[in-house]
């Protein structure tokens, strides 16, 4: 069937409209030469327009952003957090250290052992005197600057054990055990053994003022 007023094309006729719509198609191969061609193109007239004395190479620069894949990133992360472990475990016992009730006290070698030396009272209305010691001959001593324990043996610089505590508070004296971790100290105080007993958490501080001068 042929429209009114249209002529029926001849073989010959047809298949030079189908080879220029062959010519028209454009295949993916063909796209990709062509953006090269572009991309030499804009390479080209940069470099054209550099100066001749620039003092730098003229080879074309590409930057390429990639994303990490998911196994990547959770490889760096866990390296990450393997690191900060390993800095908090590489805090020793050692240092200034902030109790519950606001005092600051002192771990430091002394000798072949570890002490432990009251180096700021707490805040508020305490007695600043031993006055809870039950023997009466030391009730008055100062209690900073105090060493309140000792005999603690390093295992290593996070952990010590086998020393002694004593509390001005109750005027009692503990067995105890140490562990740091990072800016934490787990101080176990307890009578025999190391599970009748009780934890108390201190947290790392700075050091303070020297303790003012009895009298």
Known sequence: MRWPGTASKGPRQAEGTASRARDRRVVPSEVAHRKCRVEATRERIRRDSLPDSANFTREPMSITWTRCPPSVRCAVLALTVAAANAYAQALPVSGYWRTPSGAIVRIAPCGRALCVEIAKLPPGNHPASDSHNPDPKLRKRPLCGL?????????????????????????????????????????????????????????????????????
């Open 147 to 215: 060493i309140i324990g000792g005999g603690f043996d390093a295992v290593d610089p996070q952990h010590a054990r086998g020393g002694h505590l004593y509390d001005p508070q109750s005027g009692h004296t503990y067995s105890g055990q140490m562990t740091a971790e990072g800016n934490l100290l787990r101080l176990r105080g307890y009578v025999g053994l190391p599970l009748f007993g009780r934890t108390e958490t201190w947290v790392r501080a700075s050091k303070p003022a020297p303790c003012p001068s009895p009298g």
